[in-house]
């Protein structure tokens, strides 16, 4: 997978936001994420709206998120 981009999640209420390497697209290959952030992964998709802002793709930031 290129890691040139990462999908973030910011958080409504709290901090810290979410953030994950993907495509362009903001696909997220799950099976090349940890069991911890594939689980992080999946929560934050099904809390958008609840704990977190609808994500946005972004070009990856070399220090992390």
Do not use: T
Not at 11 to 37: I, K, W
């Amino acid at each position: 997978m290129n890691a040139a981009y990462e999908i973030r999640f910011k958080p409504l209420f709290r901090e810290p936001g979410l953030c994950f390497p993907c495509d362009e697209r903001g696909q997220v290959e799950l099976d090349a994420l940890s069991e911890r952030a594939r689980e992080n992964y999946l929560y934050a998709r099904a809390v958008v709206g609840v704990e977190f802002a609808y994500p946005q793709v972004c070009r990856a930031n070399p220090a992390g998120c």
